[in-house]
């Protein structure tokens, strides 16, 4: 089945610790997405990429890193940099031979300890 | 810059009536991608109804349908038919071009009484 793949689905993050989500997705799309969701909120930017080897910064990228080392694989590392690590984080890809539709992983729920 | 607008943060709706969302959005293209993505308590976020810019057709998807009005910049939803599967966050999304970064308005949530 093709789709986006998101992991873990909980994630525990200790002070001063880097951690790293995963995102595959094997629809063969170009573009991918990080957002981050608060309680309540809408979804902000975290990176993006339009094309393997390549990524630009979204709304709100202090404290996190991206690669896109692979057209499948698209990892967002979140910095002891970043404070405020606690939220929902939601991947997704889109491609024009797609409509430019926002395919979405199931999310990854980081909580600090 | 982009921007997209949802006023109702939360709305309510009788099983089998209708229902609007309103979402105005702000960009200076001539050419974009406007969506309705709606994420249940699940929290997967599927595309409802999607419609290009340059189509003056409004898109519909079975119960779903909008009221595209590109010089007011207006891309309200209606729910006809509401179902109790239909409760759910609702987000209003504007896309410039291909392979763009997609601007998401905050959200309205949607209720449906039995």
């Known amino acids: 089945d093709g789709g986006i793949t998101q992991s873990p689905k909980y994630l525990f993050r200790k002070e001063g610790q880097n951690v790293t989500l995963s995102c595959e997705q094997n629809?063969?799309?170009?573009?991918m997405y990080w957002y981050r969701q608060d309680p309540g909120q809408g979804l902000r930017l975290i990176y993006y990429?339009?094309?393997?080897?390549?990524?630009q910064k979204g709304d709100i990228a202090e404290g996190y890193s991206v690669s896109r080392e692979k057209k499948e694989s698209f990892p967002l590392t979140v910095t002891s940099a970043q404070k405020n690590p606690t939220a929902f984080y939601l991947c997704?890809?889109?491609?024009?031979?797609?409509?430019?539709?926002?395919?979405f992983g199931a999310g990854t729920r980081l909580s600090v300890l | 810059a982009q921007t997209v607008t949802q006023s109702q943060p939360e709305m309510s709706v009788q099983e089998a009536e209708t229902v609007t969302l309103s979402c105005t959005y702000d960009?200076?293209?001539?050419?974009?991608?406007l969506f309705w993505y709606k994420q249940p308590p699940s929290r997967q976020m599927i595309l409802v109804i999607r419609?290009?810019?340059?189509?003056?057709q409004n898109a519909t998807e079975n119960r779903f349908s909008v009221n595209f009005q590109k010089a007011a910049k207006s891309f309200s939803l209606k729910i006809s038919d509401s179902q109790l599967g239909d409760a759910a966050m609702y987000f209003c999304?504007?896309?410039?071009?291909?392979?763009?970064?997609?601007?998401f308005g905050p959200g309205t949530s949607l209720s449906v009484i039995p």
């Open positions: 997704a890809s889109s491609s024009g031979r797609a409509k430019n539709i926002q395919y």
């Open positions: 629809l063969n799309h170009d573009a």
């Open positions: 990429s339009q094309i393997v080897n390549d990524f």
């Open positions: 960009t200076s293209e001539s050419d974009y991608y």
């Open positions: 419609q290009e810019a340059y189509k003056q």
């Open positions: 999304a504007c896309m410039k071009t291909s392979y763009d970064k997609v601007i």
